[in-house]
Nanobody, 120 residues
Framework: QVQLVESGGGLVQAGGSLRLSCAAS????????MGWYRQAPGKQRELVAT???????NYADSVKGRFTISRDNAKKTVYLQMNSLKPEDTAAYYC??????????????WGQGTLVTVSS
């Protein structure tokens, strides 16, 4: 069984910071891309940031300069450092990983989501 477990969400005031973590576990041989999406109430899920195994990054325009994605390949973990948070960042945040499994090919794995609430 392969799973992603997220942590670090919570309630923060506007201008504050949070750090999300997402750890992969299971029969994983390697992980290529990892990243974060978010979904606000009544809205579609949107890309926040992605990072390749070589640590190339990509960000949504709305978070550039405020959020930083990073990863620890040895720990199979991806992080999202969120600074200067705004009320419009309020959403459920989901991590994902493009994993290659032992003896089972490639699989896109998703976490269960962690809620981030930014108060004004």
């Amino acid at each position: 069984q392969v799973q992603l477990v997220e942590s670090g969400g919570g309630l923060v005031q506007a201008g504050g910071s949070l750090r999300l973590s997402c750890a992969a576990s299971g029969s994983i041989f390697s992980i290529n891309n990892m990243g974060w999406y978010r979904q606000a109430p009544g809205k579609q899920r949107e890309l926040v940031a992605t990072i390749t195994s070589g640590r190339s990054t990509n960000y949504a325009d709305s978070v550039k300069g405020r959020f930083t994605i990073s990863r620890d390949n040895a720990k199979k973990t991806v992080y999202l450092q969120m600074n200067s948070l705004k009320p419009e960042d309020t959403a459920a945040y989901y991590c994902y990983a493009d994993a290659t499994l032992y003896g089972a090919g490639d699989l896109e794995v998703w976490g269960q989501g962690t809620l981030v609430t930014v108060s004004s």
